[in-house]
């Protein structure tokens, strides 16, 4: 049986409003990387076969020129998160312009965000065991941020399966108890999704079907998002999607504050010391 190529999807469209700027593409490591290029590396270890990234038009020459320095150009493809207004039409819009370019599986991260040096090899293993979509789930407490309040999905899991997932908006720790904004007190070991996704390429037909639908409802709202966790509710719901759910390690670490990003950079010099060589090897 040959090796299954998946690609590694890179969500990097936001604006950074918490952040205060273009947190996709702050430097770190010895060498200025992005954060996303830490996962670009894991891919290419694991055995993928390229990486698409999809970014908001004016950013894609200066990613393409980062990456270039250690990818052959076959390798890694950027597609620009088109849209009229500014504010980005949110991950399930962004994620729908992969469709036409790849039929196979693929990991979907968002680029703000480091999983752990495990997940890509991790999706190599669901795919080797049959696998076509799941979700790659962290426990709650360590993936809040010190300094405010996040965005969490929050997951119902049985038998093995993704049986509902609720965005949270505004969750943080307050004492001692990890609390949203409408008071709902959740255990540390809940389990979340981080937006690290597992999909067959057929999804992405029932994807774009979806988001079309969503900018035709609200074409004149200035604010609606269409989120990629909602999406996927709604096709379990409806009956049309398995969504195989599978816990990760600790690992995870972002930027969603300017508070955020000292501590990230210097977890990732660290890394560089144990686990990635600051000069990245080439992606030939």
Not at 168 to 180: N, T
Request: aromatic share 10%; hydrophobic share 45%; glycine share 8%.
């Amino acid at each position: 049986m040959p090796p299954i190529k998946p690609a590694l999807v890179i969500l990097a469209g936001g604006l950074g409003s918490r952040f205060g700027g273009a947190k996709q593409i702050a430097p770190f490591g010895a060498h200025g990387h992005f954060l996303f290029e830490y996962a670009c590396f894991d891919a290419m270890r694991a055995g993928f076969e390229k990486v698409f990234v999809i970014t908001r038009s004016g950013m894609q020459d200066q990613i393409a020129t980062q990456l270039q320095k250690w990818m052959r150009p076959g390798r890694f493809e950027i597609l620009i998160q088109e849209q009229a207004r500014t504010k980005p039409w949110g991950t399930a819009h962004a994620l729908h312009f992969l469709a036409g370019h790849w039929d196979g599986p693929f990991l979907v991260l968002n680029a703000d965000d480091y999983y752990g040096s495990g997940i890509c090899a991790s999706t190599i293993q669901l795919l080797e065991n049959g696998v076509q979509n799941a979700a790659l789930l962290y426990e709650l407490a360590p993936m809040l941020s010190p300094n405010g309040p996040v965005t969490r999905g929050l997951c119902r899991v049985e038998e093995g399966l993704l049986k509902e997932i609720e965005e949270v908006l505004r969750i943080e720790q307050i004492g001692a108890d990890i609390q949203d904004e409408q008071g709902r007190i959740f255990a540390p070991d809940t389990l979340i999704s981080m937006n690290a996704w597992l999909f067959d390429a057929s999804f992405l037909t029932d994807l774009k079907a979806h988001v079309i639908q969503f900018l035709d409802a609200h074409s004149e709202d200035q604010t609606a998002e269409v989120y990629l966790p909602k999406v996927v509710q709604q096709l379990i719901q409806n009956g049309e999607l398995l969504v195989t759910a599978t816990s990760m390690p600790a690992e995870w670490f972002g930027i969603t504050y300017a508070a955020d990003l000292k501590l990230a950079q210097q977890r990732i010099l660290q890394l560089e010391k144990t686990i990635y060589p600051a000069q990245f090897t080439k992606w030939i």
